[in-house]
């Protein structure tokens, strides 16, 4: 997603948007093992979030972090999500891959 050129906030949140989908957890698990799947609070907008890792804004990843809105997945949450099969919105910003619960699912 960090491509090495400059483009527009408005382009870039849109690349995001279309690479956006839903997945089952089940099909994530590789990446959980690799330490690599980062939950994204409901409250938040996934793209939003999206574009703050792409861009390396770490100033506000920070903010989000210390108020536990994002954090990478813990095995508690993951086994919920095994359990349940969930699906969530993710998308991939290498190397994270960011998932959502809208379902209402809160951060552990």
Not at 15 to 31: G, V, Y
Request: glycine share 2%; charged share 20%.
């Amino acid at each position: 997603m960090n491509e090495n050129f400059s483009v527009e906030p408005e382009v870039l949140k849109a690349k995001i948007t279309s690479e956006t989908a839903r997945i089952n957890w089940l099909e994530l698990q590789k990446f959980y093992a690799a330490g690599s799947v980062v939950q994204v609070a409901a409250s938040l907008d996934l793209v939003e979030v999206a574009y703050a890792f792409s861009q390396d804004l770490k100033t506000q990843v920070q903010l989000w972090l210390e108020q536990g809105l994002v954090d990478r997945v813990n095995d508690s949450q993951a086994a919920v999500w095994f359990e349940q099969k969930a699906d969530l919105w993710a998308v991939v910003v290498s190397p994270w891959v960011l998932v959502q619960d809208k379902a209402g699912a809160v951060l552990n």
